[in-house]
């Protein structure tokens, strides 16, 4: 009896500890994305564009995610298609961004249906990387639809929940306008779920030659010379 007790009691803290750790991360998050959006709509936001392992930042997110999934009973599945290129981006917005647009699909998915589902696919087409979310959740009316990424647009969840998705989506829209990328929004309609596909350009050739470049010269036996050229 001891023994179950104790460890009923491990469960608790252990699943307290998680949403705690959920509502922090999420507090964070939306901190730095009140601060940035400041400074996009002033023009003034700065990104740091630079190689970036799409896939490892993507996998990152999604864990970082998954506890707040498993809490609502919603389905989070990752696939990555084979010889996915870095990505050339400001890793750190993109990475709100991503976290932005899985909150999203959680919050639209989890409110309207028992067996949630959201689906998160990274594959590459020339010159772009793709990153696609999928989810079977409350869909999106095509009125909406056309409205939504404008400035204070927002949508509401469900029938007594006007907490929605505008607010971040225009934040999302602007950083990857930065970033010479793009978001695409689409839905079937209500009730058959939405799709975000972001797509973001592969490193300029000048900079992965130079990457390439600076491995071999810090290769072994890699000849070093010192001097002026002529």
């Given at each position: ?36 959006a400041a400074l996009l709509e002033g023009n ?187």
């Amino acid at each position: 009896m001891e023994l179950q007790a104790a460890e009923a009691d491990a469960t608790m803290t252990t699943s307290g500890h998680t949403r705690l750790q959920a509502a922090l991360n999420q507090q964070k998050n939306l901190l730095e994305e009140m601060r940035d959006a400041a400074l996009l709509e002033g023009n003034a936001l700065m990104l740091h564009p630079v190689p970036t392992n799409i896939t490892e930042l993507v996998q990152h997110v999604v864990e970082q995610m998954r506890p707040r999934y498993e809490i609502a009973e919603c389905a989070l599945n990752l696939r990555v298609s084979e010889g996915v290129p870095l990505a050339w981006c400001d890793p750190h917005r993109i990475r709100r961004v991503v976290f932005n647009v899985l909150d999203n699909a959680l919050r639209y998915t989890s409110s309207c249906r028992d067996d949630g589902l959201v689906e998160v696919t990274l594959t590459y087409e020339t010159q772009r990387v793709l990153c696609q979310v999928r989810d079977n959740g409350r869909g999106i009316a095509p009125d909406d639809l056309q409205r939504l990424g404008q400035k204070f647009t927002r949508l509401a969840r469900g029938e007594h929940d006007t907490e929605g998705m505008g607010l971040g989506l225009n934040f999302c829209i602007g950083i990857l306008r930065l970033s010479n990328g793009s978001l695409d929004l689409t839905s079937p309609g209500l009730g058959h779920g939405t799709t975000v596909l972001i797509r973001l350009p592969i490193p300029p050739i000048a900079v992965t030659m130079g990457s390439a470049k600076a491995n071999d010269s810090d290769s072994p036996g890699a000849d070093r010379q010192e001097g002026t050229v002529r």
